[in-house]
């Protein structure tokens, strides 16, 4: 069992930077990927980043360049660095958790198992 809790989001104009976290509990396991998905009012739920226990990244062509993702074992936790935001950055943003280890961080969502409540994010112009 994960338990992930986000924070960090919040307010920003156009062009501004955001870092969100998450923070896990319980057995994370050794080998895992974690992620972060997005979802905007009336739009399906879009794979922005992922990372796994190797420090593999993956990232949305949508966000490559802008954002990254990294986590600090100790804390047992993971990060988006957001920057250069933009208005269709806004969105409730969540970490995801799983098991089962991938060479390649998917962006798929039914990869994952364990989710977080979420964070919002919004970007005015």
């Known amino acids: 069992q994960v338990q992930l809790v986000e924070s960090g989001g919040g307010s920003v104009q156009a062009g501004g930077s955001l870092r969100l976290s998450c923070a896990a509990f319980g057995s994370t396991g050794n080998y895992y990927n974690m992620a972060w998905f997005r979802q905007a009012p009336g739009k399906e739920r879009e794979g922005v980043a992922g990372?796994?226990?190797?420090?593999?990244?993956n990232y949305a062509d949508s966000v490559k360049g802008r954002f990254t993702i990294s986590k600090d074992n100790a804390k047992n936790t993971l990060y988006l660095q957001m920057n250069s935001l933009r208005p269709e950055d806004s969105a409730m943003y969540y970490c995801?958790?799983?098991?089962?280890?991938?060479?390649?961080?998917?962006?798929?969502?039914?990869?994952?198992?364990?989710w977080g409540q979420g964070t919002q994010v919004t970007v005015s112009s």
């Open positions: 990372i796994n226990i190797a420090g593999t990244t």
């Open positions: 995801a958790h799983s098991y089962n280890y991938r060479r390649s961080p998917p962006l798929a969502g039914y990869e994952y198992k364990y």
